[in-house]
């Protein structure tokens, strides 16, 4: 397994400012980084919950197909209860996003990425290369690696906002005079309502698509890196090589346990 020079400018460091990530020694060799912090996991675990119940709901919404096994009565009840719950998802989803999008500045250096910098874009590449086969070793990184970030700016930054806003035109289409109609109404001029119906649906099947290689690619890395990656998202913690670390915190570590190593001598 390859890993890359941490003490370089690494694509993982967006602002110098932000806070270390928590290292538990386990050996000579390996640590547990502390990489997804609890907002982190709160919010991959409330927004999968809302993007499931979005897609279930709107799928029965786009094709009803009780309704023609039940009486009329039943069915425009089944469908009142599914609308409520897909409005009260794209709610949830809303607000989890922008709760998000706050922790990007508050949290570690694992919680956020900066597309702008110029090193995003070549950690992007060499991503790239070993995955067309034109580099031999794979670019280590602890958190995601820069492919996987921009996979997020796009889908779940960009096309979350496709979806809110053409979702929530929709859901004010019918009152276009009230506060949430004036809000969301300048949606239309991307299009008339069917437009802006088929372009929902369109980012609901790139969201599933999304989904579906998310959960593959997860599991792969977990198993090929024997990282923990899959039960970081539970823990929070990833098992590391000590140098993934980078030259400070790893001076920083030998110092700790150097510490707590005198503080035993003196204990016995």
């Given at each position: 397994?390859?890993?890359s020079?941490h003490?370089?400018e ?29 907002p982190?996991?709160?919010?991959h ?6 993007i ?6 709107g799928?029965?919404i786009g ?6 096994i ?7 009840f ?7 719950i ?10 989890n ?8 500045f508050?949290?570690?250096k694992y ?13 992007t590449w ?15 990184f ?5 492919l ?29 005079e ?11 001029i991307f299009?008339d309502?069917?437009?802006i ?9 790139v ?5 579906l290689?998310?959960i ?8 090929l ?14 098992t ?11 001076k920083?570590?030998t110092?700790?346990?150097?510490v ?8 016995s």
């Amino acid at each position: 397994m390859a890993h890359s020079n941490h003490s370089k400018e690494s694509s993982e460091t967006c602002y110098k400012n932000h806070r270390p990530p928590k290292v538990i020694k386990i050996s000579d060799n390996m640590v547990k980084i502390y990489v997804w912090e609890l907002p982190v996991r709160i919010f991959h675990w409330i927004n999968a919950g809302a993007i499931l119940a979005l897609i279930l709901t709107g799928i029965y919404i786009g094709n009803p197909f009780f309704a023609s096994i039940v009486q009329e009565e039943a069915s425009s009840f089944i469908m009142g209860w599914i609308r409520y719950i897909h409005f009260f998802a794209a709610f949830l989803f809303t607000v989890n996003l922008l709760v998000r999008l706050y922790w990007a500045f508050t949290g570690n250096k694992y919680a956020t990425s900066n597309i702008l910098r110029k090193v995003f874009w070549k950690d992007t590449w060499e991503t790239v290369k070993f995955y067309l086969f034109l580099r031999h070793e794979k670019p280590h990184f602890v958190g995601h690696n820069p492919l996987a970030q921009l996979s997020y700016w796009a889908i779940i930054g960009g096309g979350s906002v496709i979806m809110i806003f053409t979702g929530f035109y929709m859901y004010i289409e019918p009152q276009p005079e009230s506060f949430w109609g004036m809000m969301f109404g300048w949606v239309s001029i991307f299009g008339d309502s069917f437009e802006i119906r088929s372009l929902h649906h369109l980012v609901t099947w790139v969201f599933i698509i999304f989904t579906l290689v998310h959960i593959y690619l997860s599991i792969r890395e977990d198993y090929l890196e024997r990282n923990g990656t899959m039960s970081s998202i539970f823990t929070g913690y990833k098992t590391e090589h000590k140098h993934t670390l980078g030259e400070k915190l790893e001076k920083e570590l030998t110092e700790e346990n150097k510490v707590g190593e005198k503080n035993d001598t003196k204990k016995s």
